[in-house]
């Protein structure tokens, strides 16, 4: 497997694998991550998948939890005291130190793009992409009572709701899964939303929770999958971390976030998108919102795989044309 993996990878010049020195329990490759239990729950999922694939033992791997100051900060809405960054500064830094060999992510809070010396290009398959929606009354959007108040922090949440229900009243909803449910029973809300693929990853199968349709609401850039990051100078880790990717996650998200970069989008502004793959080609929908869901802009393109990020540029800028100056300014 190893031979085979890094044969076409590391070594081009012949048919045989670069020598890498693997890890041991005595050395053990460090995988960063925040100490959520999602995060955890997805570093171990990378630490079984290089165990299974290079046949190594558990401690040959250290997970290693990074305090960052996004998780510290529960008071306010994340928007207000500056975006992304907050949750991989401190991760980024440990990778750049070597203090880790690879740092793992939810793609979905990643910038389009690393600092300096770093490469983010490695997925693993990619789990459930839609929202859920969570309550402990209502069955699903339509069955909300005229003004109900719904919870969430996701601008995109947010606005789509109020496109196709104006009437709710969406308030400021943070915090793990737990502290929202109690929210709920405490009837601070009556539904809130989250990802499908975290309740998945945290086997969280008794919260009350029905898939929404992505065309009901549009996935958030990336919703769904894992990337690992690594020094791009790096050549073992490199070589690890060739043989567990997923090439078709990696397709999809090379549309998705190229639409994103060409947005120029932040968790600042309200940005679905979302490429499926079917047989030889590959579907992009995408769309911007106004925050307070007066407008919609979306489109829906198919073409060949291989022009992802292209179709993702080429819908950023006619979205962007047809919003014009000023369409994200409701904030
Ligand atoms: N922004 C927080 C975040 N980042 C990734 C996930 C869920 C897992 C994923 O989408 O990969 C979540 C929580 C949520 O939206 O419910």
Do not use: W
């Not at 795989?305 to 819908?315: C, F, K, L, S, T």
């Amino acid at each position: 497997m190893l031979s085979r993996q890094l044969s076409g990878q590391i070594d081009t010049s012949n048919n045989r694998a670069m020598n890498i020195a693997l890890p041991t329990p005595a050395s053990p490759f460090n995988i960063g991550t925040r100490g959520s239990p999602l995060a955890l729950a997805q570093a171990h999922e990378t630490r079984a998948r290089l165990m299974a694939e290079f046949d190594l033992p558990e401690d040959a791997f250290a997970i290693v939890v990074i305090k960052v100051m996004g998780d510290a900060i529960q008071d306010r809405a994340l928007k207000d005291i500056g975006g992304k960054g907050l949750f991989t500064r401190e991760i980024e830094e440990a990778l750049l130190d070597g203090s880790i060999d690879i740092a793992v992510h939810s793609m979905k809070d990643m910038p389009v793009d690393q600092p300096g010396g770093l490469l983010l290009d490695t997925y693993l398959p990619r789990e459930d992409v839609r929202d859920a929606f969570v309550s402990l009354t209502a069955k699903g959007l339509d069955d909300l009572d005229q003004g109900a108040t719904v919870g969430t922090s996701s601008l995109r949440r947010r606005s789509q709701l109020l496109v196709r229900r104006p009437d709710l009243n969406v308030v400021e909803f943070r915090g793990n899964v737990q502290t929202r449910l109690m929210k709920l029973g405490n009837g601070v809300a009556e539904a809130t939303f989250l990802a499908m693929a975290g309740l998945n990853r945290l086997n969280m199968t008794d919260v009350p929770r029905s898939a929404i349709a992505p065309e009901d609401m549009l996935p958030a850039i990336a919703q769904g999958a894992i990337g690992i990051e690594r020094r791009a100078d790096d050549t073992r880790a490199a070589a690890m971390l060739e043989a567990i990717h997923h090439g078709p996650t990696g397709q999809r998200l090379a549309a998705e976030r190229s639409f994103l970069a060409h947005l120029d989008g932040s968790c600042e502004t309200p940005i679905g998108g979302l490429a499926d793959l079917d047989g030889g080609s590959l579907r992009l929908r995408g769309e911007i919102l106004r925050t307070d869901g007066s407008q919609v802009l979306a489109d829906d393109m198919t073409g060949a795989i291989a022009d992802g990020a292209e179709m993702g540029r080429e819908m950023a800028i006619k979205l962007l044309a047809q919003a014009g100056p000023g369409f994200f300014d409701h904030m």
